[in-house]
């Protein structure tokens, strides 16, 4: 059976090698891909919506109703891991030990005893609690705000460089899963927390959705940004290149609450307790 | 395009998918996946793609790698096949 597997899979494999020889060279200009519609917008994409990247103004201006459906796909996969893995929440019983930030010392109250000492300089843990590697938490938590001020450069520079919603999104998720695997996940959820991330995939989805309505509102198409000049200062043509930065946000943030809230559910299996 | 690199790169990419299929360790399957989406993002860029290429290095090779870790760590690291 292993055999015949391997060969349908070389002859199929061969078949499509053999294909592939028909195919225009690479970068042909005469090939069919680049003679109908490639080059009227890589012409008209300065002129028309102002942006410098052909590949942001196809994405989010020309082919805007792909990209906003892309999204909800992305949200979609959201909620499907949160309905598969999400268990209900048990309620925590009240913290029983508490350890000393600096020296690392750990005290247990006994059953009917109250904690008296300062609570800033003491943190609750409990048996799963595990301490972290000094140089990684040190190292992390100086690295993690450049990776989001690289994350909010890459959404608003999207128009000018490669990059856009999705790469932005994905690196701001990053940096909150970093601070969950170099730290622990609670700390993470101090930061960011399960409604927080929950909220900001819809929301995102809605502020994209929530842009073409108001481009139909203001007597336009749907996703047709011109009609963003009646409240954006610059003109018909600048708002269009607003109109695509307010979608890259939209985008962003998805993507963003997404990743975060997926790495949740996956990595504490939907207990929220503790993780990678 | 230097055809060298081109071609270094490719024979990288194959060698990289076969060995995430054939390695028992599924951690080690997940890592190599990870090096398969690098290096098809190095393939992207040298083809000019450089959007693509983006996306791919940021949910390829960064993110996706930590969901199968992630996966990995809460089921078996060992195959039955």
């Not at chain 1, 509102?217 to 708002?239: H, R, T």
Request: aromatic share 10%.
């Amino acid at each position: 059976m292993k055999a015949l597997g391997l060969i349908i899979v070389a002859l199929v494999g061969a078949i499509l090698v053999y294909a592939t020889i028909d195919f225009p060279p690479f970068g042909d200009p005469e090939s069919p891909a680049s003679l109908h519609v490639s080059p009227r917008y890589l012409e008209k994409t300065l002129e028309e919506t102002a942006v410098p990247n052909a590949v942001t103004s196809v994405l989010a201006d020309y082919r805007s109703f792909d990209t906003m459906f892309e999204t909800t796909v992305i949200f979609c996969a959201g909620v499907a891991c949160f309905l598969l893995l999400r268990v209900p929440r048990r309620r925590p019983p009240a913290p029983r030990q508490f350890r000393h930030r600096l020296t690392g010392l750990t005290f247990r109250i006994k059953d009917g005893g109250e904690f008296v000492l300062p609570v800033r300089e003491f943190e609750p843990v409990d048996s799963i609690w595990t301490p972290y590697d000094l140089i990684i938490e040190t190292i992390c938590r100086y690295l993690i705000p450049f990776i989001q001020i690289f994350g909010l450069y890459v959404i608003a520079h999207g128009h000018y460089s490669p990059g856009g919603g999705f790469q932005g999104g994905v690196i701001l998720g990053a940096s909150i899963i970093l601070l969950s695997v170099s730290h622990n996940l609670r700390t993470a959820l101090k930061r960011m927390g399960e409604k927080t991330s929950a909220l900001f995939s819809p929301l995102g989805v809605l502020i994209y959705t929530g842009t073409g309505v108001l481009c139909l509102v203001l007597g336009y198409n749907f996703l047709d940004y011109q009609a963003l000049a009646a409240l954006l200062p610059g003109g018909p043509i600048m708002a269009r290149s607003h109109g695509i930065f307010l979608v890259e946000v939209g985008v962003g943030m998805a993507v963003m609450g997404t990743m975060v809230w997926i790495f949740k559910n996956l990595a504490s299996r939907g207990r929220y307790d503790e993780g990678l | 395009m230097i055809w060298q690199l081109d071609l270094l790169i490719l024979t990288l990419v194959v060698l990289c998918g076969i060995g995430a299929l054939m390695i028992r360790d599924l951690l080690g399957a997940a890592i190599l996946f990870g090096a398969y989406s690098f290096m098809m993002c190095l393939l992207w860029a040298i083809m000019g793609a450089v959007d693509v290429a983006f996306t791919e290095a940021s949910v390829g090779a960064g993110v996706s790698t930590v969901f199968f870790i992630a996966a990995v760590y809460h089921t078996t690291r060992r195959t039955k096949d």
